[in-house]
């Protein structure tokens, strides 16, 4: 079974820092891209930053500057390094994965993946 497992929420004060990992598990032949998206309470779902297979980046406007994506190909995983943290910032953060996985014999699939979200609460 694929699993994206999201870690490093938490409640920091505005200006600090955080930094979400997100690890990708299972029968895994390829990762392509991968991105960090967050909901508010009562806002739709909006994308954070991705990063290619080849690490190129991009940015929401509101995070350029003070967010940075990264990702380990060889562990199957993927950052966002979260600095200078505004209370506008707080959500939930979701990791996403466009994976080609194996779900068993001869049964190769293409598809998205979200892992369960990890709160990130910044206090004024």
């Known amino acids: 079974q694929v699993q994206l497992v999201e870690s490093g929420g938490g409640l920091v004060q505005s200006g600090g820092s955080l930094r979400l990992s997100c690890a990708a598990s299972g029968t895994i032949l390829s990762i392509d891209k991968m991105a960090w998206y967050r909901q508010a309470p009562g806002k739709e779902r909006e994308l954070v930053a991705t990063i290619s297979s080849s690490t190129n980046t991009a940015y929401a406007e509101s995070v350029k500057g003070r967010f940075s994506i990264s990702r380990d190909n060889a562990k199957n995983t993927v950052s966002l390094q979260m600095n200078s943290l505004k209370p506008e910032d707080t959500a939930v953060y979701y990791c996403?994965?466009?994976?080609?996985?194996?779900?068993?014999?001869?049964?190769?699939?293409?598809?998205?993946?979200w892992g369960q979200g990890t709160q990130v609460t910044v206090s004024s």
């Open positions: 996403n994965a466009f994976m080609t996985v194996v779900h068993g014999a001869h049964d190769v699939r293409d598809g998205d993946y």
